[in-house]
């Protein structure tokens, strides 16, 4: 059974251009969370999406960041007109049940850099 | 809002000492949970506590928490340098997210 499979690995963007991330989660699993890290700092929440619903978007700022859990293919979160202030390492979790009464399985990230 | 807090940010030590990381938080949970995080790489689950438990054993790794405090503490026997990595606790308050600390970075010598 393959783990939380995001891509790409890493991604470089100018500002204003926009980052699309893609995250497959695990075989089974319908739960699918995003989190940023920032250098140094833990990992916050962003948004938690079912397929096809937005469940729980209360960490994703309000302008330029957009998720989508589509009926098929993996999630999206999209970024446009990125800034510097972007640059961090963004982490895709799933899990077979809601919430976080059990184990979220994390992929190994995408580290986006803002040039 | 409750927050996961480790002590301390960081902390260093010869391989096989053991390393006590403690963590503590705000409010009311449903679960504890310990992350590790090697540099540059994703999270690896290490172990869920439920909020009615007291302790936990998973090989090399006991947990314990106490919450009449709001707190966790994470230990480590006979440390290796493999267990080099960052080691955060995240809680579970019934809302569909986890809430993370800081961190703490933990350097093994060998």
């Known amino acids: 059974n393959a783990g939380v499979m995001q891509n790409p690995r890493h991604l470089v963007r100018r500002r204003g251009q926009e980052a699309r991330l893609r995250c497959s989660p695990m075989?089974?699993?319908?739960?699918v969370y995003w989190y940023r890290q920032l250098p140094e700092e833990g990992l916050k929440f962003m948004v938690y999406?079912?397929?096809?619903?937005?469940?729980?978007e209360s960490g994703m700022p309000k302008e330029r960041f957009s998720a989508e859990f589509p009926k098929e293919g993996p999630s999206i979160l999209r970024i446009q007109q990125v800034v510097r202030g972007d640059s961090a390492a963004y982490f895709c979790?799933?899990?077979?049940?809601?919430?976080?009464?059990?184990?979220?399985?994390f992929g190994p990230g995408t580290r986006l850099t803002v040039l | 809002s409750q927050q996961g807090e480790e002590d301390p940010q960081a902390l260093s030590i010869q391989e096989g000492e053991n390393a006590t990381m403690n963590c503590s938080y705000k409010?009311?949970?449903?679960?504890l949970q310990w992350y590790r995080q090697n540099s540059g790489r994703g999270l690896v689950h290490l172990i869920l506590?439920?909020?009615?438990?007291r302790e936990k054993h998973s090989g090399r790794l006991r947990v314990t928490l106490d919450t009449s405090k709001k707190s966790s503490s994470l230990l480590i026997t006979a440390s290796r340098a493999a267990d080099t990595a960052s080691y955060f606790c995240?809680?579970?308050?019934?809302?569909?997210?986890?809430?993370f600390g800081k961190g703490t970075k933990l350097t093994v010598n060998p």
């Open positions: 979790a799933s899990s077979p049940t809601s919430g976080a009464r059990d184990t979220q399985y």
């Open positions: 075989k089974g699993h319908s739960h």
């Open positions: 999406l079912q397929k096809e619903n937005i469940i729980d």
């Open positions: 409010t009311s949970i449903n679960n």
């Open positions: 506590i439920r909020s009615n438990e």
């Open positions: 995240a809680t579970w308050g019934g809302s569909e997210k986890l809430v």
